[in-house]
C-alpha cells in the first residue's frame, strides 16, 4: 500500500457515506474507529459501505481487501493507494 | 472426547511441547507437522495416518499444480484444475457424510468398488472430523490460488490440515494465521503463557467433565443419552452442547499456546447475545469467520454489485440463505439441517431490518430503551436456539 493520503473533499466524501449508511449525521471518522464502535457496522452493511465507496469514488475493491480491513484506517489508505 | 481422558494423549501432548523446544533443524510449522504425524501415529495408528498423510499429500500435489500452472499455461486450464480440486474435495466430503449417515456404507463401497483402498480411507474419514479438513482445505485453496500465498512442503501442511490437538471438532484455523508462527520469537514458556496455556486447559477440562457430563448425568442418567422428546430436553441439549464444545475448543486453545500453533478463540459467551445474528459472531466464532471470508462476502459483493445498492437488502437475503445452507450441509447432509440454515439466513436478514428500524428511531442509544430491547433480545435468542435444537434434534425432515 502507498503513503498516499485523502485530501480534505475526499475526506468528506468518506465521512458523508459513513453518516447516512449508519445513520449518525455526528460521526467522525478517526483511524482507530472499527465495526464494533459503529452500531450497524456488521457484514451486510460492510458490503454496503464497499459497494457505496466503489460508487462514489469510481474503484474497485478485492474480497480480500474487503475481508481484510480492520479499521477506518485502513479503509483510507486503501482507498487513497487506489485514487489516481 | 474420551481422548482427553486417556494419560497416553497428555503424555503425547507433553512430549510434543518438549520436542518443540529441541533445536532441531526447520521452521516451527515444519517441526510440528513432523511431531505431529508422529503423535498421530501413536494415538490412532499407522492406517488412520497414512490415510490422512496420503490425502495431504494429493491436496499438496493439486495447490501446487494449479499455483505453477498459473505462470505457464491459460488461464482455462489452471480454472480446470481448480474446479477439478474443488469436485475431488466435494465428493470425498460426500464420502465421508455418507460413511456417518449409513453403517451399510463402507461394505456397500467395499462391493461397488473393490479397487478403492477402503481398510485405508475410510478409517482415516470415519475417525478424524473430515468436515474441519474439508473447510480448512478450502481456506488453503483460498490463499494460495487467489491470495498467492505460499504453499508450504506437505510435512508442514500436514500440521496444519490434520493437527492432532483439534482432531474431533476444530476450531477452524487459518491458513495465513497458521503461516505467521514461523516469525514470532522462540516457543519458550513466559509466566503468562503458563498461565494462560493453564487456565485455559483446566477450564475446558472443567467445562466438560464437570458441567457438560454433570448435567447430563443428572437428567438421564450415568449411560444415559440426550433424547429431545420435549423443550426441557432441548434446553439440556443447549446447554450440554455449548459447554461440551466450548470446553473442547478452550483445551484445543490452550494446546496450541502452548505450541505456539495459532489455535482461534471459539466461545465468547454466545448466551449474552441480543441478536441471532450477534449469537452466530460469539458461538463456533472460527467458522462463522470461515463463512464469512469465504462465502458471505464474496457472494455479496458480487450480487450487489450486479443489482446496485437499491437492492442490497434482497441479495442479502440470498446470500445469507446460501451461506447458512452451506453451514446446515456441513453438519449433516439432510434436509432438515439445510432448511434449518437456509431458516437461520432469514432470519438474520430479517434482523437486519429490525436493526436499522431501532437505528432509526435512536432506541439502540444507551437508556431504557436499549436495556428493554437488549433483555428482550437475548430470551429471543434463546427461545429461538432451544427450538432450532429440537428441530434439528429431532430431524424434522429426515431424507
Known amino acids: ?84 | 472426547m474420551t481422548l482427553f481422558i486417556n494419560p497416553i494423549f497428555w503424555g503425547i501432548a507433553i512430549s510434543v511441547y518438549l520436542l518443540l523446544l529441541m533445536r532441531f533443524p526447520g521452521r516451527l510449522i515444519f517441526r510440528f507437522g513432523l511431531f505431529n504425524l508422529i503423535a498421530l501415529t501413536i494415538l490412532l495408528g499407522w492406517k488412520i495416518s497414512l490415510g490422512a498423510l496420503g490425502f495431504v499429500l494429493l491436496t499438496w500435489s493439486a495447490i501446487n499444480l494449479i499455483t505453477s500452472l498459473k505462470n505457464k499455461s491459460s488461464s482455462a486450464s489452471r480454472s480446470l484444475a481448480t474446479l477439478g480440486f474443488f469436485l475431488f474435495l466435494f465428493f470425498l466430503f460426500l464420502l465421508h457424510k455418507f460413511n456417518l449417515a449409513n453403517s451399510e456404507f463402507s461394505a456397500q463401497l467395499k462391493q461397488t468398488a473393490p479397487w478403492l483402498p477402503a481398510e485405508i480411507l475410510l478409517p482415516f474419514f470415519v475417525t478424524l472430523s473430515f468436515s474441519y479438513i474439508f473447510v480448512r482445505c478450502i481456506d488453503l485453496a483460498h490463499s494460495c490460488i487467489w491470495k498467492n500465498a505460499p504453499l508450504v512442503d506437505p510435512i508442514s501442511l500436514m500440521g496444519y490440515l490434520v493437527p492432532f490437538h483439534m482432531l474431533v471438532a476444530g476450531p477452524v484455523n487459518i491458513y495465513d494465521e497458521h503461516m505467521r508462527a514461523n516469525e514470532r520469537p522462540s516457543s519458550a514458556m513466559t509466566p503468562v503463557r503458563v498461565l494462560l496455556v493453564i487456565n485455559e486447559i483446566t477450564t475446558g477440562l472443567f467445562y466438560k467433565f464437570v458441567l457438560a457430563e454433570g448435567i447430563r448425568i443428572y437428567f438421564y442418567g450415568l449411560n444415559g443419552n440426550i433424547s429431545v422428546t420435549g423443550w426441557f430436553d432441548s434446553l439440556i441439549l443447549v446447554v450440554y452442547v455449548f459447554f461440551d464444545f466450548a470446553g473442547y475448543s478452550r483445551i484445543a486453545r490452550g494446546l496450541g499456546l502452548f505450541y505456539g500453533i495459532p489455535t482461534p478463540v471459539n466461545f465468547n459467551a454466545p448466551f449474552l447475545a441480543t441478536s441471532v445474528t450477534d449469537f452466530w459472531t460469539r458461538w463456533h466464532m472460527s467458522m462463522g469467520q470461515f463463512v464469512r471470508r469465504n462465502l458471505f462476502t464474496p457472494i455479496q459483493l458480487q450480487l450487489v454489485r450486479r443489482v446496485g445498492v437499491k437492492w442490497a437488502a434482497t441479495a442479502s437475503i440470498v446470500t445469507m440463505a446460501i451461506s447458512f445452507s452451506f453451514v446446515g450441509l456441513w453438519h449433516r447432509m439432510s434436509w432438515t439441517w439445510f432448511l434449518w440454515g437456509v431458516a437461520m439466513g432469514a432470519l438474520m436478514a430479517v434482523e437486519k431490518f429490525v436493526q436499522t428500524f431501532l437505528i432509526t428511531k435512536k432506541w439502540d442509544r444507551s437508556g431504557i430503551a436499549k436495556i428493554a430491547i437488549d433483555s428482550l433480545g437475548r430470551v429471543y435468542v434463546l427461545l429461538l436456539i432451544i427450538l432450532s435444537a429440537y428441530f434439528v434434534a429431532n430431524e424434522v425432515f429426515p431424507i
Open chain 1, 1 to 84: 500500500m502507498s503513503d498516499k493520503l485523502l485530501d480534505l473533499d475526499q475526506l468528506n466524501k468518506l465521512t458523508d457515506i459513513f453518516r447516512v449508511l449508519f445513520n449518525r449525521p455526528d460521526l467522525e471518522l478517526s483511524d482507530n474507529l472499527s465495526a464494533k464502535d459503529v452500531p450497524g457496522w456488521d457484514s451486510f452493511n460492510h458490503v454496503n459501505l464497499i459497494i457505496n465507496i466503489e460508487e462514489e469514488f469510481s474503484v474497485r475493491f478485492s474480497n480480500d481487501e474487503v475481508g481484510g480491513m480492520q479499521n477506518v484506517g485502513n479503509l483510507k489508505a486503501l482507498l487513497a493507494s487506489k485514487l489516481p
